[in-house]
C-alpha cells in the first residue's frame, strides 16, 4: 500500500507534535515515549522519554532506532523496533536555528548538560567540564556500608569528577544522592568524540556465558551486524560466528593468561603480564573491556602497562574475572589505572578484591599508592567501600591496644595515601574537634555499619602469604619509548 502524506503544514520545530505521529515523522535528535524491556514477564509495561539518536534498516528490512534514555545511564541506550515507540503521545523535535548564512541547523531542545548531541559533541556548558562533587544542603548519614559496593567498572585515568578533598564538604553527599548520580550518570565519557557512538556489538558468548554489552568498542566493523560475536576465554582472540570459535578451541592450547602467576589461594589465582611483551593479548583485554568501560580510550597504547589477571581456576583452566592495570613508572604514585570485573561476576565482591591486591602490591613496593584520578562516581563508590572498611579495622585494632595512631601512621601501615584516608574520614563524619585540635573519633554506626561490612566480605580477602612476587624494575631504556 502506498503511502500518503498530509497536506496540513509541518509542525513547528522544538515544540512537540500532537498525539497520532507516525515512523515517518521520526528523525534523529527527536525525543519521544519509549518502551522499557522487560526484566520479567510479569512486570507491567513502562515507557520512558528518549532520544533518538540514530536509525538504521536492518536485515529484514524493518527500521530500526538507536534510543537513549533521558536521565538515564548510556549503558541503558539500545536499538528498538517501531513497535515499541509511543506515537500516540506528543513527540519532541530538534529546534531549527537560523545560521549565519542564512540556513537552518538542527540543534536539540532541551538537551541537559553532559547529553549526546546529533553531531557527537556535548552541549556548550559542558565543553571540557569536568563533573565536581558540590557541597550539598543535607550532610551525609556517617556509615561504611554502602548499597552498591562493588562497583567494579573504573578508569580513573579519564573519568569525571574532583576527587581532592578542599574542604569538610568537598566530597560528602548522602548515600541516596550517591545512587541517584549514578542513576542519571553513572561512568558517562569525557571522551567528546565518542560521547554519542551507538553501540555496536549487542551480545558476546564469553566461555559459559551470553553476555550484553554496554558501551561502543572499536571491534571489526563487520563485527557489527552479528547477533552474537563470540570471544575466547583464554586467548581472547574474538570471532563472528559460532563455529570459527569452534575450530579456533580445538587448536587453542592456552589455558591461563599469558604471565607469571603472582598469587593463589584456594581457586583465586593472578597473573600479571608486561603490555610491551604480550601486545596482542593485552590489545584484546582492552577491547573487551571497552565493551563494560564507556570511558575508556586508550586500546593500542599497553606498552607502558601492567596488567594484572584475576582468575578462577577448575579442571578446564583458569577462566578470567576481573583485571586492573598499573603504569610500570608513575610520576603521581599512582597504583592502579583501570580496573573491570566482568559483568557475569559483578556484585559478588571481586572488585573490592582487585582492589584490596592492588595496595597488598604497593606494600610489597614499600611505597603509597593510590587510584589515578580523577576517580568516577562508580569508582568513588568501590573504593570509598574499600577505604572505610580497612581504616575502621585499623583504628578499632588499635584501640584495644590502647595505642595512639595519626594519619600518616595509617597511611604507612595500610599504603592509603593520606588524602583518600582525610576523605574517608570526612565522609564517616569521624573527624572532629576537640579542645583546638582535630581528633577521629568513631560513632557507633560507623562501627555496627563496619561489621556489618566484613561479614559480608569474609570471604573475599588477599592471603599475604599467598603472594609470591618481587616488584619489577624498568631500566630508564626500558621505559624511554613507552
Known amino acids: ?80 523496533g517501531i513497535e515499541r515507540l509511543d506515537l500516540s503521545r506528543e513527540i519532541e523535535r530538534p529546534v531549527k536555528k537560523r545560521t549565519s548564512k542564512g540556513g537552518f541547523r538542527e540543534t536539540d ?26 557541597s550539598l544542603e543535607d550532610p551525609p548519614t556517617p556509615s561504611i556500608e554502602l548499597q552498591n559496593d562493588d562497583y567494579d567498572s573504573v578508569d580513573g585515568n579519564v573519568t569525571p569528577g574532583n576527587m581532592t578533598p578542599s574542604g569538610p564538604m568537598a566530597t560528602t553527599f548522602s548515600k541516596a544522592q550517591e545512587i541517584e548520580r549514578l542513576r542519571v550518570s553513572g ?21 559459559e556465558y551470553d553476555v550484553e554489552t554496554w558501551y561502543f568498542s572499536p571491534y571489526p566493523r563487520e563485527y557489527s551486524d552479528a547477533a552474537v560475536v563470540y570471544i575466547c576465554e583464554f586467548c581472547l582472540f574474538h570471532f563472528i560466528s559460532e ?47 571497552k565493551l563494560f568501560l564507556d570511558h575508556k580510550t586508550l586500546y593500542y ?49 571481586f572488585g573490592r578484591l582487585l582492589i584490596a591486591f592492588s595496595y597488598e602490591l604497593s606494600k610489597k613496593e614499600g611505597k603509597v599508592g593510590s587510584p589515578e584520578k580523577p576517580l568516577s562516581d562508580l569508582g568513588l563508590l568501590s573504593y570509598r567501600s574499600y577505604w572505610s572498611e580497612v581504616i575502621v579495622e585499623l583504628l578499632l585494632e588499635t584501640k584495644e591496644l590502647n595505642e595512639d595512631i595519626a594519619i600518616e601512621d595509617i597511611s604507612a601501615r595500610t599504603s592509603i595515601a593520606t588524602t583518600d584516608i582525610i576523605q574517608t574520614l570526612q565522609t564517616l563524619g569521624a573527624i572532629k574537634p576537640y579542645k583546638g585540635q582535630q581528633i577521629i ?37 626500558q621505559l624511554r619509548y613507552l
Not at 580477602?461 to 631504556?477: D, G, K, V, Y
Open 187 to 207: 561512568s558517562m565519557t569525557q571522551s567528546h568524540s565518542e560521547i554519542s557512538r551507538v553501540k555496536n556489538l549487542e551480545k558476546i558468548h564469553f566461555g
Open 301 to 349: 597504547d599497553v606498552d607502558p602497562f601492567l596488567f594484572y589477571i584475576m582468575c578462577k581456576q577448575d579442571e578446564y583452566g583458569c577462566h578470567m574475572i576481573g583485571y586492573f592495570s598499573k603504569e610500570k613508572e608513575s610520576t603521581e604514585g599512582y597504583n592502579l589505572a583501570c580496573i573491570l570485573t566482568l559483568p557475569q561476576h559483578q556484585r559478588k565482591g
Open 1 to 80: 500500500m502506498s503511502q500518503r502524506y498530509s497536506a496540513s503544514p509541518s509542525p513547528r520545530p522544538g515544540t512537540p507534535t500532537q498525539a497520532n505521529g507516525s515512523a515517518l515523522d521520526i528523525s534523529i535528535g527527536c525525543k519521544l515515549f519509549v518502551e522499557v524491556k522487560k526484566g520479567k514477564k510479569e512486570q507491567q509495561e513502562e515507557f520512558r522519554k528518549a532520544e533518538i539518536l540514530s536509525i538504521r534498516t536492518n536485515n529484514a528490512s524493518q527500521t530500526e532506532y538507536y534510543v537513549h534514555f533521558m536521565e538515564f545511564n548510556k549503558r541503558l541506550d539500545e536499538w528498538v
Open 243 to 289: 563455529k570459527q570459535l569452534q575450530r579456533h578451541c580445538k587448536k587453542c592450547t592456552v589455558r591461563h593468561p599469558p604471565g607469571n602467576e603472582i598469587y593463589r589461594c584456594d581457586d583465586i589465582s593472578f597473573f600479571e603480564i608486561d603490555g610491551n611483551k604480550q601486545k596482542v593479548y593485552c590489545r584484546n583485554l582492552c577491547l573487551l573491556s
Open 441 to 477: 573519633c568513631l560513632s557507633d554506626g560507623v562501627i555496627a555499619s563496619y561489621h556489618k561490612a566484613k561479614e559480608k566480605h569474609k570471604n573475599r580477602r588477599i592471603e599475604e602469604s599467598c603472594l609470591q612476587w618481587t616488584p619489577p624494575h624498568f631500566t630508564s631504556n
Open 109 to 134: 531542545t532541551s538537551s541537559c548538560i553532559g547529553s549526546p548531541t546529533r553531531d557527537g559533541s556535548r552541549t556548550p556548558a559542558s565543553v571540557g567540564q569536568k563533573r565536581k562533587m558540590s
